[in-house]
């Protein structure tokens, strides 16, 4: 291969790499990889109760996600002409 090609292969690969790491300096810095829900539901469901209750709650919610995609496919549904 030319120098040329070299150089700009090299050249790219630099300026992706620069900008990946900008990318995640600027993510570490605004807080997009802390997830403070994690700890506070940890502390927040510790009993099992609180744990049977959160498997309920999360049970129920996919329930009626399922009850309103279905409902929603009724309305949709038209026959063949």
């Keep these: 291969m030319s120098d040329s090609i070299m150089a700009l292969m090299l050249g790219v690969s630099t300026f992706l790499g620069a900008l990946?790491?900008?990318?995640l300096l600027w993510g570490?810095?605004?807080g997009q990889f802390d997830d403070q829900a994690k700890f506070l539901d940890g502390a927040r469901f510790d009993g099992e109760e609180e744990l049977k209750d959160a498997v309920m709650m999360e049970k129920k919610k996919k329930e009626a996600l399922e009850k309103k995609k279905k409902?929603?496919?009724?309305?949709?549904?038209?026959?063949a002409d």
């Design 20 to 23: 990946g790491l900008i990318a």
């Design 28 to 30: 570490l810095r605004s």
């Design 71 to 79: 409902e929603t496919a009724k309305k949709d549904y038209r026959p």
